[in-house]
């Protein structure tokens, strides 16, 4: 194992305009410390004994949220890690890492909690022109007895472009006989920072009777046409209720779900 260098991983996040954390602490970056619960400190691996314990112990990693779905200029998310060791923390780093990118963080110390597990979190920026990956997330940790652990894998998280659904069901009401109109458009945001029409995607509908909390997804489905429309037309007979439409995403793309309109049926 080897530690990062952090001028390559800066470089090359520089070259790309991806992922930024400027060197605030936590406290500026507006993040808020969680609050201390009583809790046994976690079980130490059992090839290490308090006495000859070699590394800081990484005991969890998470990016939030995920996925990290961007929007249109600037999308922040958090990444966070929870370090042990009894010499105390005195640097955390993290890696991203996928096919196609590779960056480097410092994280900054933001509390200790009751068990003596330190929390070490930094917020960072992504842009449209992020590579649309799986990343995974290696942590190396130091302490100040001057020891370092390299946690490979230790967790990982999906970056996808944001999409954008718009959806209307008509007419408003409608005889049990009828049929209803279910019609809207899909965007996709694309890599140079605007937002162009999606097509050829599918799109599924949900129906929610009048009164009920649960979604039904019904059979029928309907594909974008050359201008991102989609249209499709089913009968009434299910009754007053809500409409929707749901875009389930892609690799690349996030799923995207409209807002509901209701339909009278008389």
Same mark, same amino acid.
């Given at each position: 194992?080897?530690?990062r260098?952090?001028?390559?991983?800066?470089?090359?996040?520089?070259?790309?305009g991806?992922?930024?954390?400027?060197?605030?602490?936590?406290?500026?970056?507006?993040?808020?410390?969680?609050?201390?619960?009583?809790?046994?400190?976690?079980?130490?691996?059992?090839?290490?004994?308090?006495?000859?314990?070699?590394?800081?112990?990484?005991?969890d990693?998470?990016?939030?949220?995920?996925?990290?779905?961007?929007?249109?200029?600037?999308?922040?998310?958090?990444?966070?890690?929870?370090?042990?060791?009894?010499?105390?923390v005195?640097?955390?780093?993290?890696?991203?890492?996928?096919?196609?990118?590779?960056?480097?963080?410092?994280?900054?110390?933001?509390? @200790?909690? $009751? %068990? *003596?597990?330190?929390?070490w !979190?930094?917020?960072?920026?992504?842009?449209?022109? #992020?590579?649309?990956?799986?990343?995974?997330?290696?942590?190396?940790?130091?302490?100040?007895?001057?020891?370092?652990?390299?946690?490979?894998?230790?967790?990982?998280?999906?970056?996808?472009?944001n999409t954008?659904?718009?959806?209307?069901a008509?007419?408003?009401?409608?005889?049990?006989?009828?049929?209803?109109?279910?019609?809207?458009?899909?965007?996709?945001?694309?890599?140079?920072?605007?937002?162009?029409?999606?097509?050829g995607?599918?799109?599924?509908?949900?129906?929610?009777?009048?009164?009920?909390?649960?979604?039904?997804?019904?059979?029928?489905?309907?594909? @974008?046409? $050359? %201008? *991102?429309d989609?249209?499709? !037309?089913?009968?009434a007979?299910?009754?007053?209720? #809500?409409?929707?439409?749901?875009?389930?995403?892609?690799?690349?793309?996030?799923?995207?779900?409209?807002?509901?309109?209701?339909?009278?049926?008389?």
């Amino acid at each position: 194992m080897y530690k990062r260098k952090i001028a390559v991983a800066l470089g090359l996040a520089g070259s790309l305009g991806l992922l930024g954390a400027g060197p605030a602490s936590a406290a500026d970056r507006g993040l808020t410390q969680e609050k201390q619960t009583q809790q046994q400190r976690p079980a130490m691996p059992d090839s290490h004994e308090e006495d000859d314990y070699e590394g800081p112990e990484v005991i969890d990693v998470k990016v939030n949220p995920n996925p990290v779905v961007l929007h249109k200029g600037e999308t922040e998310f958090e990444v966070k890690a929870l370090v042990y060791d009894p010499a105390g923390v005195e640097s955390v780093e993290v890696t991203f890492e996928s096919p196609n990118d590779y960056y480097y963080f410092d994280l900054d110390y933001v509390k @200790t909690r $009751s %068990s *003596g597990v330190e929390v070490w !979190t930094a917020i960072l920026s992504a842009y449209p022109d #992020t590579y649309t990956d799986l990343y995974t997330v290696d942590v190396d940790a130091y302490d100040y007895d001057y020891n370092a652990t390299y946690e490979r894998n230790a967790g990982s998280f999906s970056v996808k472009l944001n999409t954008v659904l718009s959806f209307n069901a008509s007419p408003e009401g409608v005889d049990r006989s009828g049929r209803i109109t279910l019609a809207g458009h899909l965007d996709r945001l694309s890599r140079d920072n605007r937002y162009v029409d999606y097509t050829g995607k599918t799109v599924y509908f949900q129906f929610k009777p009048e009164g009920s909390s649960d979604w039904t997804t019904i059979s029928k489905t309907t594909t @974008t046409n $050359s %201008s *991102g429309d989609y249209a499709r !037309t089913v009968g009434a007979a299910r009754g007053d209720g #809500t409409w929707r439409a749901v875009f389930k995403g892609t690799g690349n793309y996030a799923s995207a779900r409209s807002g509901g309109d209701f339909i009278d049926v008389t």
